[in-house]
């Protein structure tokens, strides 16, 4: 009967099925219920804002519902490059459908189409990280906070590669001893849930087309220094959820006891379908007190 009355509150035929396959409703309740929303590359093309708005309407309509969302970056199409009046009104668009369409607090770290990059010309007020930063209300790139019993970690994934020309996947030494520091002072019986842009530990870039001998991976499609951050991780078995998107594939693998979890992308494949396998879609997370978490990729 229990199950029945959550079906029914759930208000729709089309949802209910994909929260029971998801496995949403045994065990105890939740202490935290997120949603991750990654890659939503928001621009005034392909009906992506009124797309948008369903999905952030989608999200309302979970039993019980959702805490917090957390935007794993590429906010706006792409900032790059691009003029200050393209720029804008990117951001313009985004902060209008936000509003319209949801009061659920968000916590945000950013992605590579959300910085303004241009090596030749870096005296413009666009150039790094602050506008996004900005925009979002952010004080710093990368933070941390603790709700629901468990702690987050916001990390800032995107830096300039060594030549100085494109970007790649590490958090820097600063970060790194920053991040280091956050794991040492959190006791060791909180569950961790680290959220990136670019993935920490990734199999999706294998998947690629007319490999002859070899595949190619780039420094920005995973973290370059992936092995520094789980060797960090091992010391810290209380870590144990990592999220990402940027490759707009759905992936789950575990490595040495810690989940992760690359959550395809809200715009598929840039609103123009899916991306390989992947439709468009954001995880939904069932966090635990014990350090355990249920999770699904829905389809909106
Ligand atoms: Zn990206």
Not at 52 to 59: G, I
Not at 66 to 72: F, V
Not at 247 to 256: F, G, P, Q, S, V
Request: aromatic share 12%.
């Amino acid at each position: 009967m229990k199950r029945r009355s959550a079906i029914k509150n759930l208000g729709g035929l089309f949802i209910a099925p994909t929260l029971i396959q998801a496995g949403f409703l045994p065990k105890s309740s939740p202490s935290l219920r997120i949603a991750h929303l990654t890659d939503i590359h928001l621009k005034d093309k392909f009906d992506a804002p009124a797309r948008f708005a369903k999905c952030l309407r989608h999200l309302r309509q979970h039993s019980p519902q959702i805490d917090l969302i957390l935007n794993g970056g590429d906010i706006v199409f792409d900032m790059n490059k691009e003029n200050i009046g393209t720029i804008n009104d990117q951001w313009k668009l985004y902060r209008s459908v936000w509003a319209n369409e949801t009061t659920i607090p968000v916590r945000y770290v950013l992605g590579n189409h959300d910085i303004w990059w241009n090596e030749n010309d870096r005296s413009q007020a666009t150039y790094g990280k602050q506008f996004s930063m900005d925009q979002l209300g952010l004080s710093k790139p990368y933070d941390s906070f603790t709700q629901g019993g468990w702690k987050f970690i916001l990390l800032d994934s995107v830096h300039l590669d060594i030549d100085n020309t494109w970007y790649i996947g590490k958090l820097g030494e600063e970060q790194f001893a920053w991040l280091e520091n956050e794991l040492n002072n959190t006791d060791a019986s909180v569950p961790v849930l680290i959220l990136t842009h670019i993935p920490i530990l990734t199999a999706t870039n294998l998947i690629e087309d007319n490999i002859v001998n070899k595949w190619e991976m780039l420094g920005g499609d995973m973290h370059t220094d992936v092995a520094k951050i789980i060797s960090l991780f091992n010391k810290h078995p209380n870590v144990k959820l990592c999220l990402s998107g940027h490759i707009h594939l759905r992936e789950k693998l575990t490595y040495n006891n810690v989940t992760y979890i690359c959550n395809g992308a809200v715009s598929g494949a840039w609103w123009e379908g899916y991306k390989r396998e992947t439709a468009p879609g954001y995880g939904i997370i069932d966090l635990f007190a014990d350090g355990s978490f249920s999770e699904n990729y829905i389809i909106y």
